[in-house]
């Protein structure tokens, strides 16, 4: 039973290692939407007005460009989410080695824009304002470690809530088998709770990159 409910979670479990192409659907449907018509052109305003989302969120020098680049890492993430929801599809960002990659990335991506272009400020988020001067190696510390984390509690919450609705769906599902009204009272569930992780796939998609957003403004 539980090799069954986390099956979903395996990438070869289905389709072998042709299951993976699912990372790549986005990059594959962005260079085809061109030739998508009406389509293409609803994706891209799609796209355009959540650049301008970003970029009021961010409202700093050379906000332009850091909020496309979020814009397309949340498009990009709603799309995998979306697309695990298939059945037999390959639910990639519940697997640890995609949702640590992208957090390990973006994070040292801000990182790296901050320290780089203003060394100053972002070693002043180091020490609180108005902290005691005996405190200070201790706040570093602390806050040193807050900083080194941030990947790996990005990736949890994006692995932990996909994973979570999949598993919830599976064990509803069990319940077809016991009889005729257990199963049309499981196919009811199963799609209240499809509906819900269409909005999860959304959510936790501009929950990653509103993250990474304020780790670029934090860091800038």
Known sequence: MMMSLFSVFDPVSYFGQVNWIVV?????FFSNMFYLGGVGAL???FVFSSVDRFFSV???PHGSVISTVMAFVFVY???ENVMGLFPFVFTCTAHPLITLGLGLVGWFMCFLMGWFSNFMLSAAHLVPAGSPLGLSFLLVLIESISHLIRPLTLSIRLAANMMAGHLIIGLI???SKVG???GVLSVFMQTIMLVLESGVAVVQGLVFSILLTLYTIEYY
């Open 77 to 79: 993430i709603m799309m």
């Open 173 to 175: 599902s069990s319940i």
């Open 58 to 60: 961010l409202g700093a």
């Open 43 to 45: 994706f891209m305003g």
């Open 24 to 28: 790549l659907y986005f990059f594959i």
């Open 180 to 182: 005729l009204v257990s």
